[in-house]
């Protein structure tokens, strides 16, 4: 069943979360002077959404498409791997509270960065992770920031994530925004199964520093 349609039965049915219908407005509003955006394509989008959201300072997430060279597309088109975006968030954050790096910082910890065909359970190009700049500020910030967890040693395999221009963002259906509010049972399931695995590699990581440091003393 398409995005669409579900939305579709599920309003007919009157199972339709109407009050959880993603507000577009206020992501298309004009950003005010201390509003900046961020995007980040880390696998499926469905999991991309909850840790921001639940971040101080955040104002918006959309989930979404981006980089690839189809206007208008859709979550079909882009899955079955022709269009070229990747699923991805658009964060709009205010400045004053939250910025730029500990979003990144947030994103290194909910991804694998050495998979570059993929996350965790989902693979193929349109689930590769990628941090998309909107300007040189966010472009420096962003190979720094990557260039300090290479150096960390939390990884034994090389950094892969890519950064590329951001280019247009397409919005996604209404049915995959906030997906974990409106199928939380499924979202579980899915999350579950990612943080154990992104916890097992973080373990792996602190194991490995800790022997170096072991190491280093004797």
């Not at 205010?94 to 991804?111: A, F, G, H, K, V």
């Not at 694998?112 to 992770?129: K, L, M, S, V, W």
């Not at 700049?133 to 260039?147: F, G, P, W, Y």
């Amino acid at each position: 069943m398409t995005a669409d349609v579900t939305d579709f039965y599920m309003k007919i049915t009157g199972n339709s979360p109407d009050h959880l219908q993603f507000d577009f407005s206020k992501h298309y509003a004009k950003d005010l002077s201390y509003q900046d955006r961020a995007i980040f394509a880390g696998g499926c989008f469905w999991c991309m959404v909850e840790p921001f959201e639940n971040e101080r300072g955040i104002v918006s997430v959309l989930s979404g498409y981006t980089g690839g060279h189809v206007d208008h597309p859709t979550y079909e088109q882009v899955v079955s791997g022709y269009t070229g975006h990747v699923e991805a968030v658009e964060i709009i954050f205010d400045t004053r509270i939250i910025q730029y790096t500990e979003l990144l910082d947030l994103y290194w910890q909910i991804t694998d960065p050495t998979d570059e065909f993929g996350q965790i359970n989902d693979h193929g190009d349109n689930y590769r992770p990628v941090i998309f700049v909107r300007n040189e500020e966010q472009r420096k910030i962003a190979e720094s920031s990557k260039l300090k967890l290479a150096e960390s040693g939390m990884y034994n395999r090389p950094i892969v994530t890519a950064i590329e221009p951001a280019t247009k963002f397409w919005p996604a259906e209404n049915f995959h925004q906030q997906f974990y509010k409106k199928n939380p049972k499924k979202y579980k399931i899915i999350e579950k199964s990612r943080q154990r695995y992104l916890a097992f590699q973080h373990l792996q990581g602190r194991i490995r520093l800790g022997l170096k440091g072991l190491t280093k003393k004797h």
